[in-house]
């Protein structure tokens, strides 16, 4: 499959609202408590808070296209950093989403390496990410990419806490 990338703009926040929840949902809603989900997405992952995060000071949002159809988006950031990172200068690749028929299609190669490439050109030193522990195929991945994990954080689904692995790549 062939995929096109380009950096998202405000007026593509409700089209990203719109796909975080979607993805999120088709990819934990499985291994989850209805309640935990509904919770999730009703007070923490509302549509309208995921499209003030689009345009949002120290955010980059690039969109992923198989033709005319959005196929995944990936969310960088460059204002926050675990301690456990240390003070090297990094990029974090807060989300990388996409649609569940384009999982192992290619897109999420593209967002990978455009978000390696633009750490880059902004002089980051590492890429790092948080990833729930028992999602394998998604640590899988980012494994292949030369990720490893360096710490651990709390993420709160709904009133279930678990533990995300922090994963870093340096460059």
């Known amino acids: 499959m062939e995929f096109t990338i380009r950096y998202a703009t ?3 926040a409700a089209l990203i ?3 975080s929840r979607q993805t999120f949902y088709d990819t934990f809603a499985p291994y989850n408590l209805k309640s935990d989900m509904d919770k999730f997405l009703s007070v923490q992952f509302t549509r309208g808070r995921l499209m003030l995060e689009v345009g949002a000071r120290g955010n980059i949002f ?3 296209y198989h033709g005319q159809e959005v ?3 990936v969310k960088l950031r460059e204002d926050r950093q675990p301690k456990a990172l240390g003070n090297i200068p990094a990029l974090e690749i807060a989300r990388l989403y996409a649609a569940t028929n384009y999982i192992g299609k290619g897109a999420g190669k593209l967002m990978m390496q455009t978000s390696i490439d633009i750490a880059g050109e ?3 030193k590492a ?6 522990e028992k999602n394998l195929r998604a640590i899988g991945f ?3 990419w030369g990720f490893v994990k360096f710490g651990e954080q709390d993420f709160l689904l ?3 806490l678990q533990c995300d692995w922090l994963m870093k790549k340096e460059l």
């Open 10 to 12: 405000v007026r593509d």
């Open 17 to 19: 609202a719109d796909l």
């Open 62 to 64: 690039l969109l992923v």
């Open 71 to 73: 196929a995944g988006y």
């Open 122 to 124: 902004k002089g980051k």
């Open 127 to 132: 890429v790092w990410l948080g990833v729930w």
């Open 142 to 144: 980012y494994q292949q």
């Open 158 to 160: 709904g009133n279930d």
